[in-house]
């Protein structure tokens, strides 16, 4: 059983900033990609950024220079540093963890409760 647990949502003022952390917890072998996914109300979720366990990552481009994605390893967690954020990216957000499994070397993918931001004009 893994978990992923989300902190740091909230309320933030437009072109403000916010931190949201993830750690992921439980029986694994390793930990691949992370990432974070939103869904606004009324639309599809979306993939917002991704890390690769060597530190590549991408973004989408409505928040490339303005969301940073990081991970710390050891602690097995990942952050989303959001600068600069608008209306528009009012959402619950996701983290997400590709993970190996202790007995296969399948790559599961799991998302955890999500934590709620809003952005306020």
């Known amino acids: 059983q893994v978990r992923l647990v989300e902190s740091g949502g909230g309320l933030v003022q437009a072109g403000g900033s916010l931190r949201l952390s993830c750690e992921v917890s439980?029986?694994?072998?390793?930990?691949?990609?992370m990432g974070w996914d939103r869904q606004a109300p009324g639309n599809q979720r979306e993939l917002v950024a991704t890390?690769?366990?060597?530190?590549?990552?991408n973004y989408t481009n409505s928040v490339k220079g303005r969301f940073t994605i990081s991970r710390d390893n050891a602690k097995n967690t990942v952050y989303l540093e959001m600068n600069s954020p608008n209306p528009e990216d009012t959402a619950v957000y996701y983290c997400?963890?590709?993970?190996?499994?202790?007995?296969?070397?399948?790559?599961?993918?799991?998302w955890g409760q999500g934590t709620q931001v809003t952005v306020s004009s």
């Open positions: 997400r963890a590709h993970w190996v499994s202790v007995y296969s070397t399948y790559v599961h993918q799991s």
């Open positions: 439980g029986r694994f072998n390793s930990i691949n990609a």
């Open positions: 890390i690769t366990n060597e530190g590549m990552t």
